[in-house]
């Protein structure tokens, strides 16, 4: 069982990999059927409603890959991010080598541009409520399942491309 | 006819030259105009407020936003759906201030007057402070003035007068024929919560693009790049396909962007899902014949004006907030009587490019915002919409057009100025 020093030690790094841009290295923390879930309404079965992203390891491959490897329009000028990491809890995990932990995030983003840009230069404040299932595989922890609610998930978003 | 910063009539913004359409620049950024598209378009003409299979059980209840007007659209025990402006008829507060919901009756909760959800008055607080012989009758919630469905499709219209809803939808009628044609009993369920966005720009700008098919090689690269990592397709081979099918203009402000419909597994969703499930495929085939089925199987954006776009995974409404602010949302829908499967991969499909964090509608986002800076600058203040105008053909009253043409950009803008320039 991870304390809660250890799991706050975790997602505070994962949270740098983030906020460095360092999406590689973040999508390999995932395991192989791992999941990332960003709802809009967190009590529906998001395979069978639609959510905000939904990715399995593979869509989350090409969402890395679009984000690092592509000319894409809505993260050019890049997103700056800066992410609090706060309310650390941890659960016991689902199976052997398997950990729940929660946390709630602020996720403070901005896109710098020239004077009167629409959509840039304003920082925007995300509050989210975090569940994370973590795997020890190899000695090491990883992400088989991370879930973010955002405060107002069912609300009209601005584009959340940065990854949230 | 030379146009100031502000022009003389809303007419002059559009200057329908054969040679070079042009729309002014003022028309996304003058609050004044915004103003005057919400008296006259948004509630003066026919909007889409919602689909009925959101409100499947008596007492369901949405509320709307029609224009700048909060409204309820509720289905009542009698099975009837009815608009209602959302305001009591005492003091003026809202009855309602949920998004959705399930209640029979709607209650003040200034002084507790309380009405049913057809707006009848049922009662309020300490009745006796009015005469035993109250009208109760003359104070309901007021309903729209108009309130019709074409196919489940449900649409509000403020004002009395006007063509009725199938007078407007006339025109593009066959085409939502088709849209409902991918179910084999030809109907549609609404997966709700649905996707919203929000961006800093005009109303219009959203759209022109829903059926412009000009933008798709160059805002969303990076979607054809993603494509071929996946081995689905090459950034060539969508490119072609980008060229081919057609934009139609329609009457009444309607437009669409086609794909060529196919029966041939490779060419079409349609066909491909036919293919893929047996079972699908002959409940299409009970239904349709191979005629059909080709029109079935052409990729559509369908635009009805003002508000509403029918696309292949979504229903989406255009949200007007402000000059400069709107709100889209994508109803997502399942088909029904089609194999689960098919749905759960149109859902996957959908979250896939669209949404806010969907790998093409964010690069869309950012060019309307782009194109809302943009418009600041006045050295020329005209945007033009003339691309195609040399080749485009009629037929049957469809202005037809290369499939990167702006033919339907000219119809929405032609009855724009229509309505706008109205007496």
Redesign the interface.
Known sequence: MLSVAEAEQFLVAEARLLDERRFEEWEALFTEDGVYW?P??PARDP????????DDR??LH??V??LT??????QNPPSRTIRLVANVEVEPGDGPGEQRVRCNQLIAEMRPGGP?????NSPRWLAARCEYRLRRVDGRWRIAWKKVVLLDS????????F?? | MAVTQRARTYGDLVVDDPREFRVHGSIYTDPQVFQEEMDRIFEGTWVYVGHESELPAPGDYKTVLVGRQPLIVARHEDGRIYALYNRCRHRGAVVCREERGHSNFFRCRYHNWVYANNGALIGMAQASGYPEDLDRSRYGLVPAARLASYRGLLFVNLSPTGPSLEEHLEPVRKYVDYWFGRSPSERIQV???????????NWKLQAENGFDGYHGNY?H???Q??LQ??KESTVEEVQQYRQEGCVRGLRNGHGLLERPGSLNPASSWTARMMHRYPEYAEAMRKRFDDAQLMEISARRNIFVFPNLYLFDTHIRVIVPKAV?RT???LY?YALEDVPEAIN?SR??G???FY?????GA??D???F??V??GL?ATGDPWNLLHRGQHRERVVDGEVIGHTTDEAPQRSFYREWKRVMSQA
């Open positions: 960003v809009m309404d395979t069978d409603s639609v959510s905000i992203i939904y593979k869509r090409e969402r890959y679009r490897k592509t000319p894409v329009l809505d009167g840009q629409a959509g840039l069912d609300q009209a978003q601005y584009n959340l491309s990854i949230p | 997966i709700l919560p649905p996707h919203r966005y929000e961006y800093p720009g805002v690269l990076s979607w790049r993603v990592l996946s400069d709100e889209v949302q997502v759960r859902y996957r959908h979250e896939r949404g806010p964090a969907g790998f964010p690069d986002i950012e060019v915002t782009e809302q800076t600041a």
